[in-house]
């Protein structure tokens, strides 16, 4: 299953960049940091809601669903309850750094041994 749907609707409405609140298409990533869905968020000017499509990283549900747009934002799965968060993408890098950070120290201590 391929995401389809935002598509159709950016199509069929002829929606443009300027009718665009926000716009993103994610990784999803299950509880172990694997990406394994997929996540895409378009959030119109015309009614400020977000619509979502996505492929749950947990359960490979696929779905579609209209909610509202908040920061930060996140959404369940509608199959299996999974909270699918949608970071600001400045903090995710941040948190990526972190990560890699940590590996690389937890290396460092290995080697020590
Ligand atoms: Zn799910």
Redesign the pocket.
């Known amino acids: 299953m391929e995401l389809h749907k935002i598509a159709e609707i950016i199509k069929k409405n002829k929606i443009t960049p300027k009718d665009v609140i926000y716009h993103t298409w994610r990784d999803g990533k299950n509880k172990l940091g694997e990406v394994s869905g997929k996540i895409r968020v378009i959030v119109l000017k015309k009614d400020g809601i977000a619509r979502v499509e996505y492929i749950?990283p947990?359960?490979?549900?696929y779905g579609y669903l209209e909610t509202e747009w908040k920061r930060p934002f996140s959404f369940k799965?509608e199959?299996?309850?999974?909270r699918i968060r949608v970071p600001r993408l400045r903090d995710e890098v941040k948190r990526e750094r972190k990560m890699e950070k940590k590996k690389a120290l937890q290396a460092k201590k290995l080697k020590k041994k």
Not at 79 to 82: A, D, K, L, Q, T
């Open positions: 749950c947990e359960c490979g549900h799965c199959e299996c309850g999974f």
